[in-house]
């Protein structure tokens, strides 16, 4: 990499990390770019060299987020037992979530009117929930059905938890049991 590529690629980063910043203090949906590049020490216009608008700067951001997701998801050390692995990598999934809502509400919800990531960085999302359905189909949730109604619980607790009791355990201390109970049933309805 040349070093002018360098150089730009760490603008680049700078420039991100204090969108983050002004997120985490105004909210994701209120980023500004005039605010952001007083942060950074630019002109405004000079910060359309790095981001042409301000969707590309979420879509940058979105990305960096989901990449982030993944080298978490990396870094788990799953235990052979398949109703336990599921249970590890959905409490990573969540703990994720959680430290960060700002980085929360940009990857699991849609509060920034008109933004859809783009394909590539779309592409990264995919890849996560892939690794946490390969984990659900190992314990036995195979019907999309069933997948799709353990997504729910698990985001129906990471969103009760952050609106209700922001830092504590009130609802995600019952993802083990949400977890049990919905394989329990799955497992209840294949046999009969």
């Known amino acids: 990499m040349s070093t002018v590529t360098q150089r730009r690629q760490a603008r680049t980063d700078e420039i991100v990390a204090s969108a983050w910043q002004l997120a985490r203090q105004h909210g994701i949906a209120a980023v500004s770019l005039r605010a952001l590049a007083t942060e950074v020490g630019i002109r405004q216009p000079s910060l359309y060299e790095y981001f042409d608008s301000k969707h590309s700067l979420y879509d940058a951001m ?3 987020g989901n990449r982030q997701l993944l ?4 870094d788990i050390e799953l235990p052979s037992d398949p109703r336990a692995a599921l249970k590890a990598i959905l409490h990573a999934f969540v703990e994720f979530a959680l430290e960060d809502p700002t980085r929360c509400e940009l990857l699991f919800e849609r509060h920034v009117p008109g933004f859809t990531p783009t394909d590539a960085s779309y592409a990264l999302a995919i890849e ?3 690794r946490v359905v390969t984990v659900m189909h190992r314990a036995g949730v195979t019907d999309q059905g069933d997948v799709d109604c353990l ?3 698990t985001a129906g607790l990471m969103q009760a938890q952050l609106t209700n009791d922001p830092g504590g355990d009130r609802w ?3 993802l083990d049991r949400m977890i049990d109970l919905h394989l329990d049933h799955v ?4 046999v009969s």
């Open 62 to 64: 979105f990305g960096q």
């Open 71 to 74: 080298a978490r998801l990396d």
């Open 128 to 130: 996560a929930l892939d």
């Open 151 to 153: 997504v729910a619980i």
């Open 172 to 174: 995600v201390r019952h």
């Open 187 to 190: 497992h209840d309805r294949s």
